[in-house]
């Protein structure tokens, strides 16, 4: 986890940890989460807001 512009946000992979794969995919293609840096490059992950996962996915984190 990280903040980028003052947003509390998680990478693809650290995604995958708490989610399967095919889950995590469809909450993308559905625009389920919120997108906050598509990322891009080698040490330029793509991030996604903490605050729009769905409940049971941030108990897992906690």
Do not use: H
Request: with cysteine.
């Amino acid at each position: 986890m990280e903040y980028f512009e003052n947003i509390l946000c998680v990478t693809y992979k650290e995604l995958l940890d708490i989610m399967p794969k095919g889950t995590l995919n469809s909450q993308l293609s559905r625009e389920k989460l919120d997108v906050v840096s598509r990322g891009g490059g080698e040490n330029n992950p793509a991030l996604y807001a903490y605050s729009s996962l769905p409940e049971k996915y941030k108990k897992r984190w906690v």
